[in-house]
Nanobody, 115 residues
Framework: QVQLVESGGGLVQAGGSLRLSCAASGSFFSIYLMGWYRQAPEKQRELVAAITSGGSTNYADSVKGRFTISRDNAKNTVYLQMNSLKPEDTAVYYC?????????WGQGTQVTVSS
């Protein structure tokens, strides 16, 4: 059973920063693709950033240059550093792990950016 627990969300003013963390249970964390998604009210969930086992990263165009995804395999944790936050970044942010055909999700953490 895989559990993903996000933390680090909160309320921040536009232009501010937050760092999200996602702690994963289970074995072999280092070999799995990890990602951060977000879902704003009345919108579909969208990919924000992803990182492979080898450390390659991919970002949504809307966050390129502002967000950075990283992972610490020794701590079974993936991070999302968010800088220069905008009100349109307001959403629930979810951690995701892909294990072959299976996808696991955390419970989400709310990020609210005030203008």
């Amino acid at each position: 059973q895989v559990q993903l627990v996000e933390s680090g969300g909160g309320l921040v003013q536009a232009g501010g920063s937050l760092r999200l963390s996602c702690a994963a249970s289970g074995s072999f964390f280092s070999i799995y693709l990890m990602g951060w998604y977000r879902q704003a009210p009345e919108k579909q969930r969208e990919l924000v950033a992803a990182i492979t086992s080898g450390g390659s990263t991919n970002y949504a165009d809307s966050v390129k240059g502002r967000f950075t995804i990283s992972r610490d395999n020794a701590k079974n944790t993936v991070y999302l550093q968010m800088n220069s936050l905008k009100p349109e970044d307001t959403a629930v942010y979810y951690c995701n792990q892909i294990r072959g055909p299976l996808a696991y999700w955390g419970q989400g953490t709310q990020v609210t950016v005030s203008s």
